[in-house]
């Protein structure tokens, strides 16, 4: 039975920086939510000390969406899971506005699913691509 | 640049009198949390109201934990993301006896990864397997 859709976002070769700026990460999520009209139950956030990186957490009526950065691999990892179908959100160009992302993979898969997992199909389950760097 | 290690957990056939349980649901994040002894830096969790389910978010040093239940199809789903290498924990046995789940799917992602995420590669990145119900 499936019962929601996870999107996994990587974003690498971001600027550092921004990896560390937690209202920038805010903003982000803010987009999210606003364009694909998700509704906020409660968050938390956390900025790591010294030269960590930043968690986001919202849990949302339609599931969730979570980040975390890694300023010292300039890496950003974001997860969205909705219960509700949803649009595909612009990961790409987002963070690479946002963050200054040169490369962006966004996979997609399906919750809630036992038997298509077992096997190889998770390919079929499992979609990837990736945006080419602007570099 | 791998940055941690994801596992998605999908639980069927539970109890679903137990995924209207949060207290249920804490005790397993609790285990998960003390087996792997991860830190956790704030937590939140929501029981929808109705006959619906509840959902469940850990922020931890590690990165993070969360749940979402649907007792309308007696399915849980649960993520756990660990940016420090940790052992498997033994999802399968765990949400068998403590959700009354017939079968329990574990797959893992490498996180932060693009290049393999690229290709039809993924297979051997988004590794999965089931255990077989008890019924």
């Given at each position: 039975m499936i019962v929601g859709t996870e999107w996994l976002i990587e974003a690498a070769e971001c600027d550092a920086e921004t990896l560390r700026d937690e209202v920038a990460l805010r903003d982000i999520f803010d987009r999210v939510i606003s364009d694909l009209a998700l509704k906020v139950v409660d968050a938390i956030w956390h900025t790591f000390p010294g030269e960590a990186g930043v968690t986001g957490m919202a849990l949302l009526t339609e599931s969730h969406l979570t980040c975390h950065t890694y300023p010292e691999h300039r890496t950003a990892t974001f997860n969205l899971y909705c219960c509700r179908s949803r649009p595909e959100w612009a990961w790409e160009k987002h963070l690479k506005r946002?963050?200054?992302?040169d490369a962006v993979a966004v996979s997609v898969i399906q919750r809630g699913e036992l038997s298509e997992r077992e096997s190889r199909s998770e390919v079929s389950n499992f979609k990837s691509h990736r945006a080419g760097g602007d570099a």
């Open positions: 946002s963050l200054g992302a």
